[in-house]
């Protein structure tokens, strides 16, 4: 019983590099892969309808141009490329963002409203490669890639560097 039973159109979305489904799910999110429109996307999954959350639609380029944004509008978050994201129990997504080094978390706002969450860097530092363990924006990546929960579900393991030959363990809240 191997047969397709539904497409969604995503062909506004530009290119996607990684999907997360939600706990409950109910949704889809996709992550850009750094070419326009560089925005993270909703997909409501019983209906298909697709909600732009985040993005300026914009890639970051530099570490000057690439801001978290506002709390509570994650549309002025600047993305470029995520490679890998987990889901939190309470809904938070945390997310890799390669081309800047880093590790990011959105978090919901009221309600569970992505619409009006927030986006904050909580590891390593934009623009800023190399390879050292340390707390939040001490850490840096050389290329963070792929990622998974452990047993506890709030020890992320991840990929790190271009070969993806150096596993990394980071321990959240």
């Given at each position: 019983d191997n047969k397709l039973l539904q497409t969604y159109d995503l062909s506004a979305c530009g290119l996607i590099e990684s999907l997360l489904m939600s706990n409950d799910k109910t949704k889809l999110f996709a992550f850009p892969q750094g070419t326009a429109p560089v925005n993270m996307f909703m ?131």
């Open positions: 997909i409501d999954i019983a209906s298909g309808n697709m909600t732009t959350i985040a993005g300026t639609g914009t890639k970051h380029t530099n570490a000057d141009s690439y801001p978290d944004g506002e709390a509570g509008n994650p549309l002025t978050t600047s993305l470029n490329m995520c490679e890998g994201a987990v889901m939190m129990e309470d809904g938070t997504i945390i997310f890799n963002d390669p081309i800047a080094f880093t590790i990011r978390e959105f978090k919901p706002g009221p309600g569970g409203d992505y619409t009006k969450g927030t986006i904050t860097t909580i590891a390593g530092k934009p623009y800023n490669k190399s390879h050292a363990d340390g707390l939040s924006t001490a850490a840096r990546f050389i290329y963070p890639c792929g990622m998974a929960f452990g047993p506890d579900g709030k020890t992320i393991y991840m990929f790190d560097g271009t070969t993806c030959s150096t596993v990394r363990k980071i321990y959240y809240k």
